[in-house]
């Protein structure tokens, strides 16, 4: 789409052969000379000892899962315990040249990867510092209790902290992590940069590249590791979180000084089954994982294969990759060869492959291995190792009595859980740098002809003014984006057709000109990775604004919507927040595929707010409420109203900022003898069904928009239906699994003993969304409502009705499913 990048005949249809460049597979020669060094005789002695302390934890955690037992400690886990028995090497080894400020996100079999990526900090940092992250941490609660273990320096102590505080985490402890809300499969402790583990597989990918996208954007150090596994190379947002990575928009589009490509790595743990599929020869036909580079770019992602069983080769391998991310030079992909002894969980009998197989690589297990090493070189004995060993046992021991006592290490009341679903911060910038801009808001055109617009879309007489003369809804939401924009340096927009289009419907034009690339760009189409993205990004300490275009497209961001923006604050115990808003728009005309209202289907998903404005005056009030706020948002925009003016708050929509009080109803008309509340477009219908039935049938109805989904304040609604006896409810999602019944029935609960007849919900037609020009039998129209008050409510005189509210017909289309 940019002008200056021309695709021409010529170049692309030119005969020639694609050359791909070869990938390197295996090749780190270790040379002892260079590595003593490089890490010193204490540090390569180190490496071993933080193996040995993952291989410890685990088989604590297997032998308490399986035998309920482990050192004579009795403990009934009832969660998973996904083991990376084997694996060792490899995340030692990724963790040794890594810094506190670079992020790795893990899978659910990550349990050594924090204790890596933690001991590696632990090393790296002075005790001062690891005292103040010890106190700070909840409060210093997990310090509390480790604190009573026998240590000998701050280093020490701080190791049994992490050993605690994960194993608390896993055992859903109030003293965990985070709290026991994420347990084995969810923990992390960002202090040192041990970002959330995901129990999706290949769930981290795309978050993780967002991470990346906020290192890059706001200018902040270290580089960002998705450890993922063989598995994950079938799923869709891992080959959409790789694209969104290697954009070549990075170097030829970006500024320069905002340094290149996102600093992003690909580490496939390449174990070679997902679960019990076995990726080498049955479910994947790549054969060997690094090839997949040569697909994404040139550079074949600065792919290979690195030998995951000699934790010195990993090593070696990030830290070379590290300087190329750093410099810009991304995206990298490491396909880190190692196995796991252990099955996909202690129930998995590992039947899907041979005791030989599983015995061959026991042969060179990475501890024995590295062992051997150890001793061949000169730099310990085997009476040295055997010592660490012991260390290691001793030192869990009381770490495994302290989390499993209920006394000491409590679990959190439901009330918790309900208090950190929202964070219901408010915060106008999360860095103090000056927003990058490349023009006054006085030169930009699209504020120039916004300044010409009338704000209020009547005239003298009460007749709409012409749409082009007036200030519309899709100019309420630029004013709102704006505001934030030059008030948050760290807000950045993506997604499809974002930049030069201006948006598919309008809504960003003028942006193009006031932001720089990296602040709103295009994003490829890949639905999953432009939310994923965008949950990284909030998570570490950024505004992110996310368009899908159409309502229909959540089908393709689904598992990053129900299973990474929706939950990531609560099984953080309110440690993350989430300042994240998904515009997506509820469209018409265009059928089946892009005309779907699925507000029900998010307001059904705990931890999401819901927003749906169907006005100007709130559209632009509830966009900054959105965008001041911490906490994930879907924000439903109608296309049938982009070009609707303010008919509803005189003196039209402010130029200055207000928001819109968070889960309030508007009140649109008053009425004394039925409620009407509706959700989107659907209030123009109502607005014109009550007028209607005023002046046909002397009919005075009360219309609501309630314009929030999730929270809602249903106070509102109740009082006025103790008032009328009567509640109407219409929306354009499909009338079965509305949201709609949700509220009504609510309402019946709260108010039943006001109501004069059962609360009756309006939604669209239970079928596919027809063609445009048969719309009119799919959504809701005014005659439909003028049916409903007639059959359920009470008799319109001279009104014919349709029949859509006999109970016959009712029954019908259930029993056939339409």
């Known amino acids: 789409m940019p002008k200056n990048l021309m695709v021409t005949p010529e170049e692309v249809r030119k005969r020639a052969t694609l050359k791909i460049d070869p990938i390197p597979l295996n090749q780190y020669r270790g040379n002892t000379e260079e590595e003593l060094a490089r890490y010193g005789k204490e540090r390569l002695l180190r490496i071993y000892y933080d193996m040995r302390t993952i291989r410890e934890f685990e088989s604590m955690l297997d032998a308490i899962k399986k035998q309920g037992a ?10 998973p315990a996904h083991l990376s028995i084997g694996q060792e090497a490899a995340a030692v080894g990724q963790a040794l040249n890594l810094d506190v400020e670079d992020f790795i996100f893990g899978s659910h079999r990550s349990h050594g990867e924090i204790l890596a990526k933690c001991y590696s900090a632990i090393w790296k940092l002075d005790e001062q510092r690891l005292r103040e992250v010890m106190e700070g941490y909840l409060d210093g609660e997990i310090l509390a209790v480790v604190d009573r273990i026998p240590h000998t320096d701050v280093k020490d102590l701080a190791e049994n902290f992490v050993l605690y505080g994960t194993l608390a985490e896993i055992f859903a402890r109030k003293t965990g992590f985070n709290r026991g809300l994420g347990g084995s499969m969810h923990a992390f402790f960002v202090p040192f940069g041990v970002m959330p583990n995901n129990a999706i597989v290949g769930g981290s990918a795309d978050i993780a590249v967002g991470a990346a996208l906020y290192k890059r954007i706001n200018r902040k150090p270290g580089i960002v590791i998705a450890n993922i596994g063989d598995g994950s190379t079938g799923c869709g947002p891992v080959w959409e979180a790789m694209m969104l ?10 500024p320069e000084e905002v340094g290149g490509a996102p600093p992003m790595l690909f580490n496939f743990f390449n174990n070679f089954y997902a679960m019990g599929g076995q990726t080498f020869g049955e479910t994947m036909g790549y054969q060997v994982l690094a090839r997949i580079g040569a697909g994404v770019n040139p550079e074949n992602m600065h792919a290979e294969r690195v030998d995951g069983y000699n934790p010195l080769a990993v090593a070696d391998a990030v830290a070379r990759k590290k300087e190329l991310l750093l410099a810009g030079r991304g995206p990298v992909l490491l396909d880190t060869v190692t196995y796991r002894f252990s099955g996909h969980s202690p129930s998995d009998a590992s039947s899907y492959r041979t005791e030989d197989e599983v015995k061959r690589w026991e042969k060179v297990d990475p501890l024995k291995g590295y062992a051997d090493y150890l001793v061949k070189h000169g730099i310990a004995t085997p009476e040295d190792l ?5 260390r290691v046992r001793q030192k869990l021991i009381p770490v495994v009595k302290l989390a499993t006592d209920d006394e000491v290490s409590p679990r959190v009341p439901g009330t918790f859980i309900e208090s950190v679903m929202f964070s219901n911060d408010r915060v106008d910038r ?20 916004i300044r010409r617009k009338e704000r209020f879309g009547l005239d003298a007489e009460g007749k709409p003014l012409p749409k082009t003369k007036v200030f519309q809804l899709r100019d309420a939401i630029f004013e709102a984006l704006v505001h934030r924009f030059l008030e948050d340096p760290t807000m950045a927009a993506w997604g499809e057709e974002n930049r030069d289009w201006g948006g598919a419907f309008g809504v960003y034009r003028g942006l193009t000109e006031l932001l720089p690339y990296h602040r709103l760009f295009n994003a490829p189409i890949s639905e999953g990775a432009i939310v994923g993205a965008g949950v990284g990004y909030a998570i570490c300490g950024g505004r992110a604004v996310v368009e899908l275009m159409y309502c229909d497209f959540m089908g393709r961001a689904g598992d990053e919507i129900f299973n990474q923006m929706a939950k990531w604050q609560a099984m953080s115990a309110g440690l993350l927040r989430m300042p994240l808003v998904v515009r997506v728009s509820v469209g018409n005309k265009y059928g089946a595929q892009h005309s779907q209202e699925w507000s029900s289907l998010v307001a059904h998903i705990p931890g999401l707010k819901v927003m749906f404005p169907a006005t100007p005056y709130d559209a632009k009030g509830m966009m900054n409420l959105a965008l001041r706020g911490t906490d994930p948002v879907i924000f439903f925009e109608s296309q049938l109203l982009y070009d609707v003016g303010e008919y509803f708050v005189p003196g039209g929509v402010p130029e200055g900022y207000y928001e819109i009080p968070e889960g309030q109803p508007a009140l649109r008309k008053e009425g004394r003898d039925l409620t009407i509340a509706t959700v989107g477009a659907s209030l123009y219908k109502a607005v014109e069904a009550a007028s209607v039935l005023e002046s046909r049938f002397g009919v005075s109805a009360e219309v609501f928009d309630l314009r929030f989904i999730v929270p809602l304040d249903l106070e509102p609604i109740v009082e006025s239906v103790k008032k009328t006896g009567r509640l109407l409810l219409v929306s354009e999602a499909v009338e079965r699994g509305s949201y709609l019944h949700t509220i009504a029935s609510k309402v019946q609960d709260l108010a039943f003993e006001y109501l004069d007849a059962p609360v009756v919900v309006i939604g669209s037609r239970n079928w596919i969304t027809p063609a445009a020009e048969m719309e009119s039998l799919f959504f809701p129209q005014v005659d439909w409502i003028l049916d409903a008050v007639h059959e359920r409510f009470f008799p319109l005189e001279g009104y014919t ?13 259930y029993r056939e499913g339409v």
């Open 70 to 79: 482990w050192e004579g400690i009795k403990y009934d886990h009832k969660g």
């Open 245 to 254: 990575a290697s954009m070549d928009q990075y170097r030829k589009l970006w």
């Open 386 to 390: 055997r010592k660490l060993d012991e």
């Open 430 to 449: 999360f860095d103090d740098r000056e927003p990058e801009v490349l023009q006054s808001l006085e030169e930009n055109p699209r504020v120039k002809s």
């Open 801 to 813: 009705p349709l029949g859509m509210h006999a109970p016959e017909e009712v029954m019908r289309r």
